[in-house]
């Protein structure tokens, strides 16, 4: 089945505990990007890359990492996090770049994460 | 700046009720335009995708209608059942690999 994995669904964690979560597509796509989702302010994006080893910033990119080593696999890690980093994130994939055809974007399930 | 604006915020619909969502933009330039439906906790999941040319798409109970002109697009949903409460996001593709949202219409279906 074609599909974005994350993990974990759900994570609590302390104030300046590094935290990787995870992002793996299994279709192939050449961009992938990162968004958090926080109530009345719709999905904003942290990182994206467009393929491997070609990563850019996104419109909240401060306090966030990402790294591309392989084509499949587009981890963001928090070195430091802090609560306002509290949020719903949504890792994407799609194999059209531009965005200008009838290619979907396909979203993984979420992770929760809070900061105390 | 790029920016989607969608009405309402949110509704309640009685089950088996028509309803119409609303998604202003004013991405350029503007090559297509996506609906997404995100249940509770989870993530999006494509309703439709509408390019400059089509002006109306359906998806089952779902229509979608796009005014390149105006710059306007609605998401109409029939016969609502209780498995449409959701949130709906309107997506506008700009320049430089970036997807601007909508902040989503939450619709509850109520029985």
């Known amino acids: 089945e074609a599909q974005v994995t994350q993990n974990p669904r759900y994570l609590i964690t302390v104030t300046g505990k590094k935290l990787t979560v995870t992002c793996s597509q299994n279709m192939n796509h050449e961009y992938m990007s ?13 990182y994206y890359s467009m393929n491997v080893e070609v990563t850019d910033k996104g419109d909240v990119p401060e306090g966030y990492k990402v790294s591309r080593k392989e084509k ?21 994939s799609t194999q059209g770049a531009g965005f200008s055809g009838g290619d979907g974007y396909t979203f993984g399930s979420g992770t929760r994460l809070t900061v105390v | 700046k ?5 009405s309402p915020q949110s509704l309640i619909i009685l089950e088996g009720k028509n309803c119409t969502l609303q998604c ?8 297509n335009l ?16 509408m390019t400059f040319s089509e ?19 609605s998401l109409h949903i029939t016969a609502s059942q209780l498995s449409d409460s959701a949130s709906y996001i309107c997506v506008v593709p700009g320049g430089s690999y970036k997807l601007s949202f909508g902040a989503g219409t939450t619709v509850t279906v109520r029985a």
């Open chain 1, 72 to 92: 499949r696999n587009f981890p963001l890690i928090l070195e430091s996090p802090s609560p306002n980093q509290t949020s719903l994130y949504f890792c994407a």
């Open chain 2, 55 to 73: 002006n109306t798409k359906s998806n089952g109970r779902y229509t979608a209608t796009l005014d390149a002109d105006t710059k306007q697009s």
């Open chain 2, 34 to 49: 996506r609906w997404y439906k995100q249940d509770t906790g989870r993530g999006p999941v494509s309703l439709t995708i």
């Open chain 2, 24 to 31: 202003n933009y004013t991405v350029s330039p503007f090559s």
């Open chain 1, 34 to 46: 990162w968004y958090r989702q926080d109530p009345g302010l719709g999905l904003r994006q942290i």
């Open chain 2, 2 to 6: 790029n920016q989607v604006e969608q």
